[in-house]
């Protein structure tokens, strides 16, 4: 079994690849260490995904969300469109955040909604602890914790791996989801508990929104922040 695979490199693809059995035969997409060349954006040569068994979609920028915008909408798009003409069956792994009023947020929305129209399936993660950049505890010994009002949603590893090898298993379709989108959430947790920072320092929901706010003019990071607090702040 051939599987086409974007966004092998980063965190959440990188720790996919490694769980996966080894009769499962991954082609890579991506700019690095990469099969085939691609970037979002980039429509890749249709032949180079001939005999592809399915095409499952992890990449996205997370850096400067203004500027990739669009450039995260409809390189998802175009990829599902591809798929749908390959007769290609098309995974899009998105995100709980696209439930929130974020630029983050709208976009994974609008990409969802292309996807599912192209008659790709779409399944959104929670936060996955193994995976994620802010709970790293080599990058932070000391770090702000926000007093939330939302609970973070968290999804195990295992419950993702789980639910793509059935996936798989069950020919890329799953009883009763019809090329819905599909929440796969195990809990609800204070960002508190979440993070493995050694100290702590707490700071209020509405104190760290303006204090965001006020600096996100500056640079893109700084908007970036913002638009992650947002993020986990207006989830409906």
Same mark, same amino acid.
Request: glycine share 8%; aromatic share 12%.
């Given at each position: 079994?051939?599987?086409?695979?974007? !966004?092998?490199?980063?965190?959440?693809?990188?720790?996919?690849?490694?769980?996966?059995?080894?009769?499962?035969?991954?082609?890579?997409?991506?700019?690095?260490?990469?099969?085939?060349? +691609? %970037?979002?954006?980039?429509?890749?040569?249709?032949?180079? #995904?001939?005999?592809?068994?399915? &095409?499952?979609?992890?990449? +996205?920028?997370?850096?400067?969300?203004?500027?990739?915008?669009?450039?995260?909408?409809?390189?998802? &798009?175009?990829?599902?469109?591809?798929? %749908?003409?390959?007769?290609?069956?098309?995974?899009?792994?998105?995100?709980?955040?696209?439930?929130?009023?974020? #630029?983050?947020? %709208?976009? %994974?929305?609008?990409?969802?909604?292309?996807?599912?129209?192209?008659?790709?399936?779409?399944?959104? #993660?929670?936060?996955?602890?193994?995976?994620?950049?802010?709970?790293?505890?080599?990058?932070?010994?000391?770090?702000?914790?926000?007093?939330?009002?939302?609970?973070?949603?968290?999804?195990?590893?295992?419950?993702?791996?789980?639910?793509?090898?059935? +996936?798989?298993?069950?020919?890329?379709?799953?009883? !009763?989801?019809?090329?819905?989108?599909?929440?796969?959430?195990d809990d609800y947790c204070e960002f508190e508990i979440l993070t493995n920072a050694k100290f702590k320092i707490p700071i209020h929901e509405k104190i760290l929104g303006v204090g965001l706010s006020s600096l996100k003019t500056l640079n893109y990071r700084f908007y970036d922040s913002y638009d992650a607090f947002k993020t986990v702040t207006t989830r409906k």
């Amino acid at each position: 079994m051939k599987i086409a695979i974007t !966004g092998h490199s980063g965190r959440i693809g990188a720790k996919f690849l490694s769980s996966m059995p080894q009769s499962i035969e991954f082609i890579k997409l991506g700019r690095r260490s990469s099969d085939i060349y +691609w %970037k979002l954006g980039l429509l890749p040569d249709p032949a180079s #995904l001939l005999g592809v068994d399915a &095409i499952v979609h992890f990449a +996205w920028a997370t850096t400067n969300r203004k500027v990739n915008f669009h450039t995260n909408i409809g390189g998802t &798009i175009q990829l599902a469109n591809l798929a %749908k003409d390959l007769g290609c069956p098309f995974l899009f792994i998105s995100s709980v955040g696209a439930t929130s009023q974020s #630029l983050y947020g %709208k976009s %994974k929305f609008l990409a969802e909604r292309g996807v599912i129209e192209a008659g790709g399936q779409v399944i959104r #993660l929670g936060l996955i602890r193994a995976t994620n950049r802010y709970l790293d505890p080599k990058r932070k010994v000391v770090t702000l914790c926000p007093r939330l009002k939302n609970l973070i949603p968290v999804t195990e590893f295992d419950s993702f791996t789980k639910y793509f090898t059935e +996936w798989v298993d069950e020919g890329f379709a799953s009883d !009763g989801i019809d090329f819905k989108t599909v929440t796969l959430v195990d809990d609800y947790c204070e960002f508190e508990i979440l993070t493995n920072a050694k100290f702590k320092i707490p700071i209020h929901e509405k104190i760290l929104g303006v204090g965001l706010s006020s600096l996100k003019t500056l640079n893109y990071r700084f908007y970036d922040s913002y638009d992650a607090f947002k993020t986990v702040t207006t989830r409906k």
